[in-house]
């Protein structure tokens, strides 16, 4: 047994005043014989023994009675090692959930605020030279960023969670609990506690996909971990879950298609649900959604941009009880000009400038540069948006590895084999940007068929928008035979494999077109070359409109603006280190960013913190932008139910019997303390005491009785 409140074991001296008053009336009297009287003697005898035996257990009950007392004030606990516990340093890690959605109410106020409250109800139990780490669940789960350090001065403490505020950033409760474990694994203090302080959502309990290993993550077996869940009112929310912009062509003035995907995450249906979309702050579309509870919902809307350069996108909700998901922010850049470096001798690049030529006096015309492949210098590759390559071989490394990390970081590329194209020398040669094996180059002949034509196309792919005039009856095949076709009688067979799409098939099996990912960026692989050495194919319909939609869809990706979560960095390109650059985030603040070193043309940049749209600036202008929004997750705003929390502590290696859930913030203090040393027995001290002083009002009363 130890005591809680040592000090009042001082109050024990009190047990003797019922001694001293006893002894006081036992003061020796004068005794005066009287002989009419003697006679009576032998009477009382009997009777005078039974009120001392009487007195005598008067005096042990109030004795008892105020040992009982001070006993109780002292508050006694039951609980092993104590002794070393009362002395030993204690390890501490405070959690707190800093996320918007803390930002959510109930009838004792702000879940924010209440969590504040409850950490320092926490602090208050501890004492000075304590390692103390304060931990907002906004700082953890970032790649690189160092553990926190103790904090020993109360004072600092109570500080550090009185400034704390809620934040953008979404992170995963087991994220806080991963890096508690690693806390306490180097602690050397006896005492090792951690208490997480959120509204345990279920978007913070779903597993994090970037912790594939958490399973072989052990907690201290004696470390002791507390839940103090935050909130009792049900949040009706809604949010975006999803805005994705259909792989199409996104030019100035034609439609595309923005899919959005709209969660109901509350337990009541909503009716007419407005959803509004704007474009450069004009208000473009809006529409009422019916969103049954707890469903997601699928929804299209047919945009059509009017201008070309930066378009800022925003998708607003209607209002809810958390505003913070109501908005969800995309970027799109269609370019004044396109911008195409088209590689190989004049005679390979013939026909295609001929075609390129014709867009000239469009409103979205092209710049083309030209060059052969010993001439290609590093700044031609990155300042372009789509490189062209003809009759392709064995160019030199440095050339394939600028143009694997063109590829790779978001630009296009448009290849036409040729004679000098080669299996063996270019396979090897090209490897670096992933293009599909070229198995052979194919000569037509044999039988009655001198050469093959197109046999199919993937008419839904992007390229083929606006191309083909469907009717009906008409077939995939029966369209694409439709067109004045090209008669190839020498083709470049490439092998798709699992990661290439075929987009155009000729009548042998062989693909005609190849769509190719790699990285960021976009490829589209001919079987063919763009000049009459083995085909008619510049000569035909399909050669002009179909070089104009590639072009066009390889710079899908320079339009989309990457979008990122709240709390993510991102890496800014720049076109040249050397020219001063910023990032205006959406207060509109330039934030400088620091030069690259050496010869690298990107940067890192970390200050994510506010959703909206951020533009990175050159000397001034305007070069790129980005998008950041709240991570979908942190809309998921239901309590998350027991079996999830257990799933949660077992991902990271918690023994459930290690947990203690305090429901009532406002009890925590008991709590913790009954953890710490054990099952307080004052209330028992009391019971027995009350007890005791019963009786004593009963012999007492008896006593006066017999001597009367």
Known sequence: MTFLNPLVLLGLAAA???IILHLIHLRKLRIIEFSTLSFLKELQKTKIRRLKLRQLLLLILRMLLVILIVLAFARPTLKGHFAAESRAQTTAVL???????????DEEG????QAKDAALNIVSLLKEGDDVYVVPLSTVGRDGTPDPTPIRDMAVVRSVVGDLHVTSIHRHLEDGLLLAGRVLSRSRNFNKEVFLISDFQEG???PNPSNRKVSDVQFDPDARIFFLPIGKKEVQNFGIKSAIIQNSIIESNKSFTLDLALGNFSSTDARNYLVSIFLNGSRVSQRGIDLPAGQIVRSEFSLIPRSSGFLEGMIELEDDDLLYDNRFYFSLHLPERLRVLLVGTDADTRYLSIALATRTGESSTLKIERAQYNRVTASMITNEDVVILTNPNQESTPFLDLLAGFVSNGGGLLLFPGPKTGPATFNKAYAPLNIPTLSQVETISGGSATFVEIEKAELRHPLFEGMFERSNQQSAKTEARSLE???IHTLARFNPGTKALPVIALSNGAPFLLEQRSGSGRMLIAC?????????FPLKGLFVPLVHRSLSYLTQEQVRQPNLFAGDPVVVKLSDPRVRASVETPQGVDAAIARPSGSNSSVMFSETLQPGVYTVRENASPVSQFTVNVDPD???????DAQSVGAMTNRVGIDTGSITTIDQP???????????????????FLIVALVIAVAEMIIARDSGRDVT
């Not at 063919?528 to 008619?536: G, N, Q, R, Y």
């Open 16 to 18: 003797a005043i019922p």
């Open 95 to 105: 959690i707190l959930d800093d996320s918007y959605s803390m930002t959510a109410s």
């Open 110 to 113: 702000e879940y924010i605020g």
């Open 204 to 206: 913070s309990v779903i």
């Open 485 to 487: 076709t090209p008669r």
């Open 528 to 536: 063919i070359p763009a000049t009459l050495e083995w085909s008619d």
């Open 634 to 640: 942190e809309s998921k705003t239901a309590r998350a």
């Open 666 to 684: 406002a009890s925590a203090e008991q709590i913790v303390l009954q953890s710490r040393f054990g099952i307080e027995l004052w209330k028992y």
